[in-house]
């Protein structure tokens, strides 16, 4: 069935260091993937998305890669600050004929000052 | 642009009762879906609307439904109530179109006595 695996689930790191987090699909027909971020009572919120037909895009301190044929892709944060800390999901959209999006379990960030 | 607005914020309501949850889309957006938020389950997809009609439906009993009014608004019912319906239920509009994101409200935290 449709799933996405994310790792790890927990994640320290010191101020200025950088956080990498991994997620992997099942379904070999999602094409979109996003990644949000959550901070402690607020709504999720985008932070970056990539298409299948690009192998990574960044942002800023944030960047993604996707690999298609291990079907894996991953969340790169450098230069990290408190501010990043936050729980941090991943997702695959669907399509099969469908829309909806599959989420990865998050992934909580702490950034040690 | 004014975001996705859901009400109540709180609910507290007993086992057996029923709850309809209330989902305000952006502007200009035709779908709607409806997300249940667990600690250390992420966010479980329940279904999606478009332009009034159901085009997903996720792994949640039959007590689970929903529907989309014309001008986008949903609701969201719950019946018979269970405590381990306890939860954070988001509710997230896009424009419906291929990889368009998810804007995601603040949700709507359920607690079953």
């Known amino acids: 069935g449709e799933n996405v695996e994310q790792h790890p689930s927990t994640l320290s790191v010191q101020e200025g260091d950088s956080a990498v987090i991994k997620c992997t699909y099942s379904?070999?027909?999602?094409?979109?993937f996003p990644w949000y971020k959550q901070e402690l009572g607020k709504r999720p919120q985008l932070i970056i998305d990539?298409?299948?037909?690009?192998g990574e895009k960044k942002d800023q301190r944030i960047a993604v890669t996707l690999n298609k044929t291990a079907k894996h892709f991953s969340l790169h944060i450098t230069e990290t600050q408190p501010e990043d800390s936050a729980v941090y999901f991943c997702?695959?959209?669907?399509?099969?004929?469908?829309?909806?999006?599959?989420f990865g379990t998050g992934t909580r960030l702490k950034v040690l000052a | 642009k004014a975001g996705v607005t859901q009400t109540p914020r709180y609910l507290i309501k007993t086992r057996g009762q029923q709850v309809t949850l209330s989902c305000s889309p952006i502007?200009?957006?035709?779908?709607v879906s409806w997300y249940q938020q667990t600690p250390g389950q992420g966010l479980q997809f329940l279904f999606e609307?478009?332009?009034?009609?159901?085009?997903n439906k996720g792994n949640f009993p039959g007590r689970f439904s929903g529907r989309q009014f014309s001008n986008s608004r949903s609701e969201m019912n719950v019946s018979t109530l269970e405590l381990g319906d306890s939860a954070l239920y988001l509710c997230?509009?896009?424009?419906?179109?291929?990889?368009?994101?998810?804007?995601f409200g603040n949700g709507t935290r359920l607690t079953v006595t």
């Open positions: 609307y478009f332009s009034e009609t159901q085009r």
């Open positions: 997702a695959a959209r669907v399509t099969s004929g469908t829309y909806k999006y599959i």
């Open positions: 379904d070999s027909a999602s094409n979109y």
């Open positions: 997230a509009s896009s424009e419906g179109r291929e990889g368009s994101p998810l804007h």
């Open positions: 990539i298409r299948s037909n690009v």
């Open positions: 502007s200009g957006h035709r779908s």
